[in-house]
């Protein structure tokens, strides 16, 4: 009964054995012994428990915070693709909601097809174009062969809103051939917007970025590329946010403006940040 009551529940094989031992034997020795063996074994269970806990815990907090978990694996190889977005990127896409600029995020650009596909913010590689279903290859692979993608920060579609519509519909169903007839028009209303961070100073990085910067160019896409610390310097103007406002609208403004885009990749800065970097 001694052990019973301890073991606050139903009586276990173990203390069955005990009150055998109770009766059998000597009373107060078995009770004691019984005793620490069920508090030791309460212990490794409130040990379970507070292990079970904090690995609970890390797991929520890697979710909430995939940054603030020591460098996984995962991050390492998405590098080339990440998709976490920075601060840079939700400030930047807050200017965009206020002018109302026509942009889409967590998209794949198949350079097979030349579409862009809806993909989430999932940090794993896609394993095939949505759309004309080619694998693609790893991300470190920096040749021009068939397969390779791109997972732009921003793009804008200018195109006109019916016409976004009809694209939406031809993706989603693959109607590669509906799409081939309006393409190359298409391509002209878009802009693919990078915000750059330190992870683009890496050699390897700078040359997927490269490879990148004239699969598009072959394709008349237009990219525009703003650092982190171009940001930052119009942030320090302190008026507000205009100077980042003017910078937006005016990355808007040239991606359906030829001329003016024109203007943007004979910029010093710019040649520099598509220059070979080998
Ligand atoms: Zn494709």
């Known amino acids: 009964m001694l052990l019973k009551d301890d073991s606050n529940g139903p009586p276990s094989a173990l203390a069955v054995e ?22 030791l074994k309460r212990q490794k269970q409130v040990k379970a428990a507070r292990r079970k806990k904090k690995q609970y815990l890390k797991k929520l907090m ?5 940054k603030a978990s020591k460098k996984s694996k995962t991050s390492v190889m998405s590098a080339p693709h990440q998709s976490i977005r920075t601060r840079y990127e939700l400030l930047y896409e807050s200017y965009l909601k206020l002018l109302g600029q026509p942009y889409i995020i967590n998209s794949v ?6 579409n862009y596909f809806y993909y989430g913010d999932n940090l794993a590689m896609p394993k095939r174009c949505q759309v004309c279903h080619i694998d693609f290859c790893k991300p470190d692979k920096i040749t021009h ?7 732009p920060d921003i793009i804008l579609d ?4 019916e016409k976004r519509l009809q694209y939406k ?5 693959r109607r590669l051939d509906n799409i081939k007839l309006y393409q190359e028009e298409y391509l002209k209303n878009l802009g ?23 699969d598009f160019r072959e394709r008349n896409i237009k990219v525009f590329i703003i650092r982190n610390e171009d940001l930052d310097r119009l942030l320090a103007n302190q008026d507000n946010g205009k100077s980042v406002l003017q910078l937006c609208h005016w990355v808007g403004e040239a991606t359906i403006d030829e001329e003016l885009y024109n203007i943007y ?5 710019f040649i520099e940040r598509t220059a070979k970097p080998f």
């Open 18 to 39: 005990e009150v055998v031992t109770f009766h059998s034997t000597f009373a107060i020795p078995a009770a004691i012994t019984g005793n620490e063996e069920i508090l």
């Open 62 to 66: 890697r979710r909430v915070n995939p």
């Open 109 to 114: 650009f198949c350079f097979n097809c030349n």
């Open 145 to 151: 062969e068939k397969g390779h993608l791109a997972r």
């Open 158 to 161: 200018y195109n006109p809103i």
């Open 169 to 173: 519909k031809d993706v989603q169903y």
């Open 192 to 214: 693919i917007i990078r915000i750059d961070g330190g992870v683009h100073d890496k050699k390897h990085v700078r040359m997927r970025d490269y490879w990148q910067y004239m």
């Open 265 to 269: 990749t004979k910029d010093k800065d």
